[in-house]
């Protein structure tokens, strides 16, 4: 079976998943393709449940599946429009240059999301060489979202990866090696595991620590905490597929999951389904049931259901 870009998103070896094989099947007997069901399937194959809007993401889907069109997708923000998580990340990035800079008065009265950066400056302890280094790499992982509008990114700032996609200390970080090794040999999490079974650092955090995220002004929170040697192992840290059992929207996902697979003919027996969700699917056709398996096949291969 050749592999298909429609399951980037998904941690799974193709080859060897017979529910895809029969997905791809189903695809190969609809073809050819037609452009509005085309654009249904990529919102399926970008969609990640880790990210702030996944819940609207599967909604939209859900519509255009029932509808057979969407104009969702990449760049369809109206002009102008901001969203909340970048007045939060213009906040965070605020307090943090303030506090490396030695002007924390400034941040004070800030609020980033619902916590006051007051409480997040705290977390910081005493100031030291190495934890302003470690805050200037944070503040360079929030600036370098791509999401964020061009008045907050600052290309003479451009992140660099501390641990994800590194083979030991980067060269620009080669001045300061010393910070780089205690960062990233920090691990403060010992419930997790990295990316090959390695112990999950304090660098690989900040790597991962993404404004669109559900939880990122609660992750902000932990990394300034491990930073600072404040942390106490409480809340957990959840970053992209790390974690994600403790999304809020999960118990909502499973219901729509096995809805899904009722809609298909494949209901599970004594699960809760959404019967307002079969009811705007209508009518099932080949196209509906293939968009519908590979949302459902993407919801569960995230969620580990």
């Not at 193709?14 to 189903?26: P, V």
Request: with cysteine; glycine share 6%.
């Amino acid at each position: 079976m050749t592999a298909r870009a429609w399951w980037n998103n998904c941690e799974v070896d193709q080859e060897a998943d017979e529910e895809i094989a029969a997905i791809n099947q189903l695809e190969e007997r609809i073809s050819p393709i037609s452009p509005d069901v085309e654009k249904i399937r990529e919102l399926i194959g970008t969609l990640e449940m880790c990210h702030h809007k996944a819940e609207r993401w599967v909604e939209n889907i859900i519509e255009a599946i029932a509808t057979g069109k969407t104009e969702k997708g990449m760049g369809s923000r109206p002009a102008g429009q901001v969203h909340p998580v970048e007045e939060v990340s213009k906040k965070a990035i605020g307090a943090l240059s303030a506090w490396v800079a030695g002007s924390e008065a400034e941040a004070i009265e800030l609020e980033i999301g619902e916590i006051p950066a007051s409480r997040l400056l705290e977390c910081l302890g005493e100031r030291t060489v190495l934890n302003e280094w470690q805050v200037m790499r944070v503040v360079e992982k929030i600036r370098s979202w791509t999401d964020l509008p061009s008045s907050l990114r600052d290309p003479s700032t451009q992140y660099v990866w501390l641990v994800y996609g590194t083979d030991g200390c980067p060269d620009q970080y080669k001045e300061h090696e010393e910070f780089w090794h205690q960062t990233v040999q920090t691990t403060p999490f010992p419930d997790l595991k990295g990316l090959n079974g390695e112990p999950f650092s304090l660098g690989l955090a900040i790597d991962l620590l993404w404004t669109c995220h559900w939880k990122f002004v609660e992750n902000l929170q932990i990394v300034l905490e491990v930073i600072g040697g404040t942390y106490s192992g409480y809340p957990p840290f959840a970053a992209c597929a790390w974690n994600i059992q403790l999304s809020p929207i999960r118990p909502r996902m499973k219901i729509i999951s096995n809805t899904l697979r009722a809609y298909c003919g494949n209901p599970q027996e004594a699960l809760e389904i959404d019967k307002g969700v079969l009811a705007r699917l209508g009518e099932l056709s080949d196209e509906k049931k293939w968009l519908a398996t590979s949302l459902d096949k993407t919801i569960r291969l995230q969620f580990g259901f």
